[in-house]
C-alpha cells in the first residue's frame, strides 16, 4: 500500500476516533492531544499494518494502549513541585508528624493502655504485634485457637476505649 493510499484511508477513518477520545480521558483538551498522538502514531507505524486489517480496530488499538501508558506513567509520578526558591521535589507518600512532642505524648498513651490491660488479654496482644501469628501464639500460650483470637479481638476493644484520638 502506497503512503499516499494510506493517508487517505486515515484521514477517511479517524473521525470516529475523536468521541472515544472523549470518553477515555473525559476532557477536551487531553482529548485532542490523544487524537493528535494516535493519529501521528499510526502515520509513524504505517509500515506494520497490514493491508486487509480493519483500520479502525486498529487506530482504536493505538489510542486505548497511548490512554493506558499515559495513565500509568502519571500514576507512577507521586510527586509535585514545590514552588519555593529551591524547587525541590516532594512526595506525597511521605509521612509527617506535625508536632513531635504530640506524638510522644500519643506513644506514650498507647503504651500505658497497653500496660493496663490484663495480663490475660495482654499477653497475647503483645505477641500479635510482634508479628507472631495466632496459631503460633495458641501454641506458645497453650491455649485453644478461638480463645486467642478472641482475646486480641476484646484487648484490641478495650485499647480503642481507652486511647482517643483527637
Keep these: 500500500m502506497s503512503t499516499l493510499d494510506f493517508n487517505q484511508m486515515l484521514v477517511n477513518n479517524a473521525d470516529f476516533l475523536k468521541p472515544f477520545a472523549v470518553t477515555l ?12 498522538e494516535t493519529l501521528f502514531r499510526a502515520l509513524a507505524n504505517k509500515d506494520k499494518y497490514n493491508v486487509g486489517t480493519n483500520i479502525k480496530a486498529w487506530l482504536y488499538t493505538i489510542m486505548r494502549n497511548i ?3 499515559n495513565y500509568r506513567r ?7 513541585f514545590d514552588n519555593t526558591p529551591n524547587e525541590f521535589l516532594l512526595d506525597f507518600n ?22 493496663n490491660l490484663p495480663e490475660i488479654f495482654r499477653n ?11 496459631h503460633e501464639i495458641a501454641e506458645m500460650l497453650e491455649e485453644p485457637l478461638g480463645t486467642i483470637k478472641s482475646r486480641i479481638h476484646f484487648a484490641r476493644k478495650l485499647l480503642k476505649a481507652h486511647v482517643q484520638r483527637f
Excluded: C
Excluded at 74 to 80: F, G, L, R, V
Excluded at 99 to 104: K, M, W
Design 124 to 134: 497475647p496482644f503483645l505477641l500479635y504485634f510482634d508479628g507472631y501469628k495466632y
Design 25 to 36: 480521558t473525559r476532557d477536551q483538551e487531553a482529548a485532542k492531544d490523544l487524537y493528535q
Design 74 to 80: 502519571k500514576s507512577k509520578q507521586a510527586t509535585i
Design 67 to 69: 490512554f493506558i501508558n
Design 94 to 115: 511521605q509521612g509527617a508528624v506535625a508536632n513531635e512532642a504530640i506524638a510522644g505524648i500519643n506513644m506514650k498513651e498507647v503504651k500505658q493502655a497497653i500496660h
